[in-house]
């Protein structure tokens, strides 16, 4: 089967950094997305990660463990409208077909 | 504006019925991604086609079907509606085939209301 874990929701101050974790089991593994969506709009595409190790793009890093099924996306210098909902996602593959399936997502509050 | 489009924006039908959602891609992209978010079940992955031929699949319903055209626009068929289907649609479009890495594009969403 497939399943995703991740905390339902995080504080952080502005300026800060924060780590939003995500452990998978997930049969023929591929990788695993991160997903941002802000409330009332459509989710944005953050990262892919398909090998081990640190993926960065700006102020945003994205992390994998094949080893250890988990994965972690890194938002540095926090800013408020990084306030959002960040959701992890895993591609695997189950009785021939590739499967996408969600973690519940995980609302992050970014305060002054 | 991700270039995606989706319509209608918003759909009111009644139980039982049946509907259709039409998504656009952006230009040259060649995969399509169905997503079904509700207030309860956060965001569902449906199923994703790649260039006519289905990809990978979610917790797709069989009362939900979905097919990409030559042209690579796709539409989700929703039948026999219940209240429970009442959510917000969303579509993605991605240049390749998704198992490497490949910026998806979502479009506006379709948000349905079954009464």
């Known amino acids: 089967g497939q399943s995703l874990e991740q905390p339902s929701e995080v504080t952080a101050v502005e300026g800060a950094i924060v780590q939003i974790n995500c452990t998978y089991q997930?049969?023929?593994?591929?990788?695993l997305s991160w997903y941002q969506q802000h409330d009332g709009g459509a989710p944005t595409f953050l990262s892919y990660n398909a090998l081990d190790g640190l993926e960065e793009t700006g102020r945003f890093s994205s992390f994998l463990s094949r080893s250890d099924s988990y994965g972690y996306l890194l938002l540095q210098e926090l800013q408020m409208k990084d306030s959002a909902s960040y959701f992890c996602a895993a591609r695997g593959r189950t009785g021939g077909y590739q499967k996408v399936t969600f973690g519940i997502g995980t609302k992050l509050q970014v305060i002054p | 504006d991700s270039g995606v489009t989706q319509t209608p924006k918003h759909l009111i039908t009644a139980t039982g019925q049946r509907v259709t959602l039409r998504c656009s891609p952006r230009s040259g992209d060649l995969s399509v991604y169905w997503y079904q978010q509700s207030l309860d079940q956060g965001l569902q992955f449906l199923i994703q086609?790649?260039?006519?031929?289905?990809?990978a699949k979610g917790n797709i319903l069989e009362r939900f079907s979905a097919q990409q055209f030559p042209d690579l626009h796709s539409e989700l068929n929703l039948s026999s509606l219940e209240l429970g289907d009442s959510a917000l649609y969303f579509c993605?479009?991605?240049?390749?085939?998704?198992?490497?890495?490949?910026?998806?594009?979502f479009g506006p969403g379709t948000r349905l209301t079954v009464l």
């Open positions: 997930t049969s023929g593994f591929y990788g």
């Open positions: 993605a479009s991605s240049v390749a085939g998704g198992s490497t890495t490949d910026t998806q594009y």
């Open positions: 086609y790649y260039n006519g031929e289905e990809r």
